[in-house]
């Protein structure tokens, strides 16, 4: 059974930082491209950051120099550190595990931890 277990939400003023985590099981972790989604209210889903599964990474144009992804194959665990946070950054943040298979990807997400950012 896959599970990927977000932590690490909670409430923060602005500027702080927070650092999410995302435990991956049932997978062959080291296999998998891993990315941070979030989901403002009201709004779509949208990609934050993601890490390939040979470390390369990208990230959106509205967290580029605040945020950093980045993986533990030893330890099944993708993370987001986020620093000079926004209230824009408000969002339920989400982590999904990717793989090219032969008939196309296969995707896993996980609960979702939320994010508040405000004073």
């Known amino acids: 059974q896959v599970q990927l277990v977000e932590s690490g939400g909670g409430l923060v003023q602005p500027g702080g930082s927070l650092n999410l985590s995302c435990a991956a099981s049932?997978?062959?972790?080291?296999?998998?491209?891993m990315g941070w989604y979030r989901q403002a209210a009201g709004k779509q889903r949208e990609l934050v950051a993601a890490?390939?599964?040979?470390?390369?990474?990208n990230y959106a144009d509205s967290v580029k120099g605040r945020f950093t992804i980045s993986r533990d194959n030893a330890k099944n665990t993708v993370y987001l550190q986020m620093n000079i946070l926004k209230p824009d950054d408000t969002a339920d943040y989400y982590c999904?595990?990717?793989?090219?298979?032969?008939?196309?990807?296969?995707?896993?997400w996980g609960q979702g931890t939320q994010v508040t950012v405000s004073s």
């Open positions: 999904k595990a990717s793989l090219r298979i032969r008939i196309g990807v296969q995707n896993y």
């Open positions: 049932g997978i062959i972790f080291s296999a998998y491209d």
């Open positions: 890490i390939t599964s040979g470390g390369n990474t």
